[in-house]
């Protein structure tokens, strides 16, 4: 049985990131949400594109201005006027300024913006009362970036922030890794789908709809396989039929240590190397991962909370990984405080749901109010965090520090 850390890291050392010439779309910028950008972006474009102001008011020559005074003003002739998009005509002359707004590009002559609150417009002429200093409120060509320079690293999420960019520097499309492909199904004799009418003994397959969203949320593209019955045949056909079809493999149930728990064996008649079989976590000990050779299996716990908790924990940095994210492929840990008094064996690294409140502004984990059985689907419900109690720790009491997972 390994520890959590060590399946973590057994899982992403066998993760092989997509490939950025081979696993590669194009799409347009409003689809690119996100999509994890393939390789670095450069552009032709400085930014800004040219001198321009980052205020209303007056372009001057610093020169001119430099020795203005409350009580004895610098008088300069007005000679244009530079709304935004517009091509300056002129170059400014000694003693003469240009009425310029935000973003519109600096005249010829030109240095410095003296922002209108500091001056006083007289006819064509404008009188300045405070020096500015140099070249301010000036943005220079190539400020922000550099033509020919990385403007965005390949490996990244793409953002709002980052499709304004692109379309800033005139993509039309961008390329990005492909949508990991995952196929998903569940084992069990017992469950049935919910349009089904249950029987006694019978249960819900919540599980299909539970993973299948969270990879959706990761941009996977999710092939449902559906249930499969406790059959060694059908489930190796099921299994062989996933390998050859995803990236990623992840089931539910059937990896226990039962009579009808046939994932393992399966996957080694199937050529699989299984490197865990269990790992020291409550809920979720009961975790299979194996590989083949395009693939990654992921035979997860059946109880409903398991299957989330340790697909929070392992599949999705796997995700993250394999889908081309450069970094950042782990969950996002933070210390907070415990509202709650929090238990556990210490035997196993626990996981306990809840939520995250801010009160006078430190976060603080509140324990959800039920059962925390790994059976008890209901009281996932608005989970928000998952409080961490390592091995060997049994209680954390109110006010105390307390690691937390953000599923």
């Not at 006819?123 to 033509?147: K, M, S, T």
């Not at 924990?313 to 415990?338: C, E, M, T, Y």
């Not at 035997?347 to 008890?376: A, D, R, W």
Request: glycine share 8%; hydrophobic share 40%; aromatic share 8%.
């Amino acid at each position: 049985m390994l520890s959590v850390r060590d399946a973590e890291a057994t899982i992403l050392n066998s993760v092989k990131p997509l490939d950025n010439q081979l696993d590669v779309e194009f799409v347009d910028l409003l689809m690119a949400n996100n999509r994890i950008l393939a390789t670095p972006v450069t552009s032709s474009f400085n930014f800004p594109h040219w001198d321009n102001s980052a205020m209303d008011g007056y372009a001057v020559r610093y020169a001119d201005v430099q020795q203005a005074r409350s009580d004895r003003p610098v008088v300069l002739e007005v000679v244009e006027e530079i709304p935004a998009g517009y091509q300056p005509q002129m170059t400014l002359k000694s003693g003469q300024a240009a009425r310029i707004f935000t973003g519109g590009i600096m005249p010829n002559g030109a240095d410095t913006v003296v922002m209108q609150e500091k001056t006083h417009r007289q006819d064509n002429q404008v009188l300045i009362f405070i020096p500015p200093q140099p070249q301010e409120y000036v943005r220079h060509q190539g400020d922000f970036y550099q033509a020919g320079t990385e403007l965005l690293p390949g490996g990244m999420t793409l953002t709002p922030a980052e499709i304004a960019i692109l379309a800033a520097a005139c993509r039309e499309q961008v390329g990005v890794f492909r949508r990991p492909k995952v196929a998903i199904f569940s084992c069990g004799n017992e469950l049935v789908m919910p349009e089904q009418l249950l029987k006694p003994g019978q249960i819900v397959d919540s599980n299909q709809f539970a993973l299948a969203t969270l990879m959706r949320e990761l941009e996977a593209e999710v092939l449902l396989l559906g249930i499969v019955k406790d059959d060694p045949a059908t489930l190796k056909e099921i299994i062989n039929y996933a390998i050859a079809n995803a990236d990623i493999v992840i089931s539910t149930g059937g990896v226990s240590v039962g009579d009808y728990d046939y994932i393992g064996r399966t996957l080694q008649s199937l050529g699989g190397k299984i490197h865990f079989q269990s790992v020291q976590m409550r809920p979720g000990k009961p975790l299979t991962f194996a590989t083949f050779p395009t693939c990654l299996y992921f035979g997860l716990p059946g109880n409903p909370v398991s299957a989330l908790v340790t697909c929070w924990r392992f599949v999705k940095p796997a995700i993250k990984k394999l889908a081309g994210l450069s970094q950042g492929w782990g969950g996002n840990f933070l210390k907070v405080r415990s509202h709650s008094q929090l238990q556990s064996h210490g035997k196993m690294e626990t996981y306990i749901c809840g939520n995250l409140h801010l009160f006078n502004g430190v976060y603080q984990f509140h324990q959800s109010p039920g059962n925390q059985s790994s059976g008890n689907l209901i009281n996932l419900s608005q989970t928000q965090a998952l409080a961490i109690l390592p091995v060997g720790q049994t209680l954390v009491s109110p006010g105390e520090e307390v690691v937390v997972l953000q599923p």
